[in-house]
């Protein structure tokens, strides 16, 4: 099936650093959409993306649509604890129904 | 406006026996999304539905499982005959149809087989 290669797999920073984290396809995507999934609960939606090269901020959050439509970055500035989680980028495949695929997830662990 | 909502939020079940997980869209919404998701594992795409019609059933096991979304009433995730394999999370998500991959997830069903 088709594949999103999200990396890290986990990062482990101090409070107030900046983080980054990114998925690629050897596939088009016409959307991507980073959520971040706490214990016990399902994925929230924190940025969606449905045009190559475009640029989306939330809050301290910064997400773009890579050009070539086929990746995606995540940043997230100046860390607090409260941003712990795993963070998943999924993409809608050109073409695709409508389904999802997801990437396998980045662990953000913050020590304060 | 409340979000997507699943029942129960954990289910035990004995091998062999039914499975029944519901989910009600937000308000407002007629797409319906099923994913399962394993430990440690992003999640994976099942079925597709819309009122009363199935779009997509690709991420569908061959047997025992469908899926139904009604006129009326929630969307139904049926497993029969549970194995022990099938113990994951289960999740639902809605999108209103335009864009459609806005996709909105509910808060999970936890299947264990014993």
């Known amino acids: 099936g088709q594949q999103l290669n999200q990396s890290p797999q986990s990062m482990f920073i101090q409070e107030g650093e900046d983080v980054s984290m990114n998925c690629t396809s050897s596939s088009i995507f016409n959307t991507w959409l980073w959520y971040k999934q706490e214990p016990g609960e399902g994925p929230v939606l924190l940025i969606a993306?449905?045009?190559?090269?475009e640029l989306t901020s939330n809050g301290r959050l910064t997400a773009q649509f890579g050009i070539t439509r086929k990746d995606s970055f995540l940043n997230i500035s100046a860390s607090i604890p409260s941003d712990v989680g795993i963070y998943f980028c999924?993409?809608?495949?050109?073409?695709?129904?409508?389904?999802?695929?997801f990437g396998k997830g980045t662990k953000l662990s913050v020590k304060p | 406006n409340a979000g997507v909502m699943q029942n129960p939020r954990h289910l035990v079940r004995r091998r062999g026996q039914e499975a029944r997980l519901r989910c009600s869209p937000m308000k407002g919404h007629s797409h319906v999304y099923w994913y399962r998701q394993l430990p440690e594992e992003g999640l994976k795409f099942m079925v597709y539905?819309?009122?009363?019609?199935?779009?997509?059933e690709s991420g569908m096991p061959k047997e025992r499982f469908s899926a139904e979304f009604p006129k009326e009433g929630p969307s139904i995730l049926r497993i029969q005959q549970v194995v022990r394999g099938d113990s994951a999370a289960y999740f639902c998500?809605?999108?209103?149809?335009?864009?459609?991959?806005?996709?909105?997830f509910g808060p999970g069903t936890r299947l264990t087989v014993l």
């Open positions: 999924a993409g809608q495949l050109r073409g695709s129904q409508g389904n999802l695929i």
């Open positions: 998500a809605s999108s209103p149809g335009v864009p459609v991959s806005t996709q909105y």
């Open positions: 539905l819309q009122k009363e019609n199935i779009i997509d």
């Open positions: 993306l449905y045009k190559a090269g």
